[in-house]
């Protein structure tokens, strides 16, 4: 679906995706051509060093190929000077069209280049250990992917590489604190098992911070929040050795969301904040660990609303920005200080008035082998009891590795009741049920 087919394909996808770059003084206005672009290139992607002295860019290739999408095609990576026109080719890596079939293969060659944040001009990339078949032995060490680092004093030759750090699983992502804490994580998909780890800066062994299942929405633990920091570099914001965790908050009674502040010391986390709980909501002394003070929280402080952090307004976690609606309120943002009342920003109305009085149920149910699942139920506004409705069932199945998983409660029964331009949601508002 959607591959090339021809020739003519070809060529509108060539025309499509050539551009040059521009580099423009914020200042003046004035812009210029970066010669290395000049009369245009088939760019995937750039990015600016810390530094502002180089920029690294992701070049499609040619041939191209019908039996891969565009990101398997072949790409050259370089690293383009910023002062002259200068270019280091880094990596040619040809289309990816023999990666191995198995759960967790992965390419063959270095992949997911990027410039560290924390250093002038030190660029990052993964390479598989076990020539990317999870089929195959690890390494020595009982690793499948190992991230290294290459500078410009080397002219970001991979031959001059240097190790981080080696993973037992692949690679997921990694980021960093300002001070260059490393927060990693791996994961391994046959078995939905995701591992993340702290590596301290000059360190050689990290520490494991998360060992669990990425499919058990119960006990996620939320991911780092950032902030823009030195140089525009985007960091975990880190304060006093705590960083905040945010997290969709899953549960019996719905989605939570939440904000943790987290010790890397203790590895122990503080909830700081979390979505108001509903007017009724059944909960007990055992929901008590996951709110605010471990308390279970009064009926006056309870509302039918689904609320989220947006992000963080200061480094000590003293004020966020939030959103807050309900099922009849669309989504308005709120700042939320500490020991204050939120106070409102944005207005914005209902976009889509035709759905008003369109009732939102979420129902529990029990499958004939006895999976327990959830589902949305979207009820007409003249809809009452005992009337019958023709019925529309819009489901989309996945998989998961336990029954409990997939039992588990998905969403907020509260969240606005919207439309996108192909949800069956409209025929709600012509007196269907939607399920």
Same mark, same amino acid.
């Given at each position: 679906?959607?591959l090339l087919?021809?020739?003519f394909?070809?060529a509108?996808?060539?025309?499509f ?6 580099v ?8 210029r051509v970066?010669?290395?672009?000049a ?6 992607g750039?990015?600016v ?6 920029c690294?860019?992701?070049v ?5 190929s ?10 050259r990576?370089e ?11 880094v990596a040619?890596?040809p ?9 967790d ?13 924390c ?7 993964v390479?598989a ?7 195959n032995?690890p390494?020595?060490?009982g690793?499948r992917d190992g991230i290294?680092?290459?500078?410009a ?5 991979l ?6 750090t080696?993973?037992?699983l692949?690679f997921?992502g990694?980021?960093?604190?300002e001070?260059?804490i ?5 994961f391994?998909?046959d ?6 780890w702290?590596l301290?800066?000059?360190q050689?062994?990290k520490?494991?911070?998360f060992?669990?299942?990425f499919?058990?929405?119960?006990t ?5 929040m950032a902030?823009l920091?030195k140089?525009?570099q985007?960091?975990i914001?880190?304060n006093?050795?705590?960083i ?5 908050g899953a549960?019996?009674?719905?989605s ?20 108001v709980?509903?007017t009724d909501?059944e ?10 003070g471990?308390?279970?929280?009064a009926?006056?402080?309870r ?6 952090v947006?992000?963080?307004l ?6 966020f920005l ?5 099922k009849?309120d ?6 939320l200080s500490?020991?204050?009342?939120p106070r409102q ?6 976009p889509?008035?035709e759905?008003?009085?369109v009732?939102k ?7 004939a ?6 589902a949305?139920?979207y009820l007409?506004?003249d809809?009452?009891?005992g009337?019958?409705r023709?019925?529309l069932?819009w &489901? *989309? ?5 336990s029954a409990? +998983?997939? #039992?588990? %409660? ?8 919207k &439309? *996108?331009?192909?949800s069956?949601?409209?025929?709600a +508002?012509k #007196?269907? %049920?939607?399920?």
């Amino acid at each position: 679906q959607d591959l090339l087919k021809n020739s003519f394909d070809e060529a509108k996808f060539e025309y499509f995706t050539t551009v040059e770059v521009l580099v423009v003084d914020l200042a003046s206005a004035a812009a210029r051509v970066l010669p290395q672009s000049a009369g245009g290139v088939m760019l995937r992607g750039v990015q600016v060093s810390p530094d502002g002295a180089y920029c690294l860019a992701t070049v499609t290739t040619k041939p191209f190929s019908y039996a891969v999408p565009v990101g398997k095609f072949g790409k050259r990576v370089e690293v383009w000077s910023m002062r002259s026109d200068d270019v280091n080719v880094v990596a040619e890596l040809p289309v990816n069209d023999d990666q191995p079939i198995t759960f967790d293969s992965a390419p063959l060659g270095p992949r997911n280049f990027a410039f560290h944040p924390c250093m002038d001009s030190e660029l990052m990339f993964v390479e598989a250990l076990d020539g990317g078949d999870f089929k195959n032995d690890p390494d020595e060490d009982g690793c499948r992917d190992g991230i290294y680092l290459t500078s410009a004093k080397d002219s970001f030759s991979l031959s001059s590489r240097r190790s981080l750090t080696k993973l037992e699983l692949r690679f997921a992502g990694i980021s960093f604190t300002e001070s260059g804490i490393a927060w990693i994580e791996e994961f391994r998909w046959d078995d939905r098992k995701e591992k993340t780890w702290l590596l301290e800066p000059g360190q050689s062994e990290k520490r494991l911070v998360f060992d669990r299942s990425f499919e058990d929405r119960y006990t996620d633990p939320g991911v780092p929040m950032a902030m823009l920091g030195k140089n525009g570099q985007s960091f975990i914001v880190c304060n006093d050795r705590c960083i905040f965790m945010r997290g969709g908050g899953a549960s019996k009674h719905g989605s939570r969301p939440f904000v943790d502040k987290f010790n890397l010391d203790t590895l122990k986390s503080e909830r700081i904040w979390r979505c108001v709980a509903g007017t009724d909501f059944e909960m007990d002394e055992a929901d008590a660990a996951a709110e605010v003070g471990g308390r279970i929280p009064a009926a006056d402080e309870r509302l039918d609303e689904f609320q989220a952090v947006v992000c963080l307004l200061d480094t000590r976690g003293d004020q966020f920005l939030i959103s807050r609606q309900s099922k009849v309120d669309a989504p308005n943002f709120y700042i939320l200080s500490q020991g204050e009342p939120p106070r409102q920003i944005t207005f914005f109305e209902h976009p889509q008035p035709e759905l008003l009085g369109v009732q939102k149920e979420l129902v529990r149910y029990k499958r004939a082998d006895g999976v327990e699942l959830t589902a949305n139920l979207y009820l007409p506004k003249d809809w009452k009891e005992g009337d019958k409705r023709p019925c529309l069932m819009w &489901a *989309y199945p996945r998989e998961y590795k336990s029954a409990e +998983a997939a #039992g588990q %409660v998905k969403g907020s029964k509260f969240s606005f009741i919207k &439309a *996108y331009w192909g949800s069956p949601l409209f025929w709600a +508002a012509k #007196g269907w %049920v939607i399920m």
